[in-house]
Nanobody
Framework: QVQLVESGGGLVQAGGSLRLSCAAS????????VGWFRQAPGKEREFVAT????????YYADFVKGRFTMSRDNAKNTVYLQMNTLKPEDTAVYYC??????????????WGQGTQVTVSS
């Protein structure tokens, strides 16, 4: 069993940066891939980025490539999403999810409760 808690969201101006954290409980966390997803008001949840169990491989949605960087510290049971050059369209609730597959999908078994990111223009 894995429990996930996101933090680090907030209000930031366009062009600014935020770092989201996804803290996990559970002894087997370092055997799971972790993905970040987001959901804006009135829109479906969409994939943002994913990282494999070791942190050696990452994959990003096209709309965040070059701006967002995902990393993990298994010693701290924490995954990070560094978000730079934020745009108003990045405004959403951001969720982390853990699963066995590298490309963590909407069917991932473990999800956090989400953290709000708001980017003002």
């Amino acid at each position: 069993q894995v429990q996930l808690v996101e933090s680090g969201g907030g209000l930031v101006q366009a062009g600014g940066s935020l770092r989201l954290s996804c803290a996990a409980s559970g002894r087997t966390f370092n055997s799971y891939a972790v993905g970040w997803f987001r959901q804006a008001p009135g829109k479906e949840r969409e994939f943002v980025a994913t990282i494999n169990w070791s942190g050696g491989s990452t994959y990003y949605a096209d709309f965040v490539k070059g701006r967002f960087t995902m990393s993990r510290d298994n010693a701290k049971n924490t995954v990070y999403l560094q978000m730079n050059t934020l745009k108003p369209e990045d405004t959403a609730v951001y969720y982390c999810a853990a699963g066995r597959r590298f490309r963590v999908g909407p069917d991932a078994p473990y999800w956090g409760q989400g953290t709000q990111v708001t980017v003002s223009s």
